[in-house]
């Protein structure tokens, strides 16, 4: 099977092209990425393709330049759309403090999703090879990376695909020999001020020398099997956050009793994947931390930039910090008023009799000499119970309210005397004694509460 079929097969392996795609091929102008151009360009008929080239300028060399013309130049000679783009890198890299090679990272699938977005691509295409799988692979587990890390690159992640990911870089080279490729070389490749150079041009050629050219092989086979095993476990994962991870508005919420009963490896994945759903990079630390909060008191927290990790009673909930959100609305006692709040709708109407038992009516005679408010909970708010007086937030104790619904509950009050608690949670509703309808009461507020579907 020579270059090319190599290539169709691996395309087909993992379905990564069909018919009449519209790709994007990420060039930068290096032999991995002239290569992938040419086989896919030799392919394109077959496919049916409309291909469109993307090159970003990452501003860090003089002669960057020179590539951006260069990959420009080879566009046109095989009638092939081309987009470049020069970003600073660098001004990445201070702002969100990261390594050049992470902040460049982030900057290409930046640019190359955009373009996907706004040209109405399908797929992109990127010319790693088997390489940089084992390249990969060795950074990752010097970075103490998890078994996510030591699977390095897939040959599919997303719409991203990988067509030469079972190439060497010998066989690349070769390939470009025999057709007459030409490239551009980047000369930081060799400065070992990158860590991905220091693998690639000093750990690895001993490895070799130590272990055979073969090694190379049998380390990517190696990764292959840790990628298959590790899909399992996040597959596995998958399942157990949808049956142990509920999201309550910006709340995920872990069921801690069910999660205890797992092995500590997946108690570690899982708090990983809830992470996940925040965008946000973690560590064995933070998760280590994470874990501790099972074992801690109701109330006890771990805060990680704006990401908040709490235990609340018999869950762990993790939310970002947030402005505070209250609202208040005066309800007008003379007329009908109408309030959307959530995914519920509320109506409130003054009326001489008792209209209908799927409201709630309370006793309006007892609010004609003050104002009434529709809002979410104060400092010193209580509510009248046959028991008594009660501070509201007792009430929420007592009634084990989580914390983090607390803030959301909304409420039908008198100054600081609240008549209606209006759990929407739970579907509940609690009137404050004082304002009970009466037999004798003759004047009647009558609320209706909603819950609104596919809102």
Known sequence: MDFLERVRWTIEKHNMLKKGDKVLIGCSGGIDSMVLLD???????????????????????????????????TCKRYNIKCITRSIDVRKI??????????????????????LVNSLGLSKILLGHNKNDVVETFFLNLFRGSGLDGLASIPPVRDIVARPLIYMSREEIEEYAEENGIKYVIDKTNFSSKYKRNVV???????????????????????????RDENLQINELIDDIFKRCVKKEDIYYVLDINPVTALPPFLQRRLVKRTFKEFDRPISLEIVEDVLK????????????????VERQND????????????FCFEIPLKEEYDIRYRNFEFKFKVTNEKEKEDSIYIDAEQIVDGKLFFRTRKDGDFIQLKVGKKKLKEWFIDKKIPKRWRDNIPLLTKDSEVIVIFDIYSNAVTINQKYKVKPQTKQFLKIKFTKLEGV
Not at 56 to 70: C, K, P, S, T
Not at 93 to 114: D, I, M, T
């Open 39 to 73: 086989c896919i360009y030799r392919l394109k008929d077959e496919y049916e393709l409309d291909i469109t080239v993307a090159h970003l300028n990452h501003m860090l060399r003089q002669e960057a330049i020179e590539d951006e013309l260069f990959v420009i130049d």
């Open 293 to 308: 909060l099972f074992s801690l008191p109701s109330g006890k927290k771990k805060v990680f930039d704006d990401l908040i």
């Open 315 to 326: 869950a762990i909930v993790f939310y970002k910090k947030a402005e505070e959100k209250t």
């Open 200 to 226: 690639r041009n000093q750990i690895l050629p001993v490895i070799r020398e130590k272990f055979g050219d073969g090694v190379i092989d049998t380390i990517f086979r190696t990764i292959n099997l840790i």
């Open 93 to 114: 890299k201070e702002e969100r403090k990261l390594s050049e090679e992470e902040a460049g990272r982030l900057a290409r699938y930046n640019f190359f999703y955009e």
